[in-house]
């Protein structure tokens, strides 16, 4: 089986501006759940998807989003871009709830 | 809500010595418990996981981790490190029923030869 594919591995933008990253799940998960992580805060839980419904969601501003389509592929948005906000975003998969996620490699965001 | 603390930041071990990561997590409920690695550039890997059952888990490349409740600890152990070990290693939780990970603050493995 295909692992977790996110697209594109690197972004570079700069500040005020929009950011649509992708990302499509093993074969078969359900869930997808989006990661940020940063030198300084590590890694945080932003949100998860499950049959294209947000159920969960982290400690982030509004700018961030996110969204499932009905072949379990997912997409996070960040607008209004901050340097803060330039950090590996990390895309993860599960079968079901008590399965572990499984992650891709990535998208690194950086802002300028 | 959980938290994870790892207690070392950094660890240096020489080659084929035995290496202990030390991982302690504090929850109101059940628990899940994960370590991943990441290699640089990469996302993270899996290595093992404690869902329910036996409190020692084995993993894949020799890891294994025990699960101690009475402590609230899932320390990871291998009995003889190699070059290729090198990595960020990271202790993860979440509640049982959830998939939301709760992650520690990372552990860097330095294999020297």
Known sequence: ?112 | AQSVTQLDSQVPVFEEAPVELRCNYSSSVSVYLFWYVQYPNQGLQLLLKYLSGSTLVKGINGFEAEFNKSQTSFHLRKPSVHISDTAEYFCAVSGTGRRALTFGSGTRLQVQP
């Not at chain 1, 950011?19 to 990661?35: A, D, E, F, N, Q």
């Not at chain 1, 949100?47 to 072949?71: A, D, H, I, L, V």
């Not at chain 1, 079901?96 to 998208?107: E, I, Y």
């Open chain 1, 1 to 112: 089986k295909a692992g977790v594919t996110q697209t594109p591995r690197y972004l570079i933008k700069t500040r005020g501006q929009q950011v649509t990253l992708s990302c499509s799940p093993i074969s078969g998960h359900r869930s997808v759940s989006w990661y940020q992580q940063t030198p300084g805060q590590g890694l945080q839980f932003l949100f998860e998807y499950f049959s294209e419904t947000q159920r969960n969601k982290g400690n982030f501003p509004g700018r961030f989003s996110g969204r499932q389509f009905s072949n379990s592929r997912s997409e996070m948005n960040v607008s209004t871009l901050e340097l803060g906000d330039s950090a590996l975003y990390l895309c993860a998969s599960s079968e079901g709830r008590d399965q572990p996620q499984h992650f891709g490699d990535g998208t690194r965001l950086s802002i300028l």
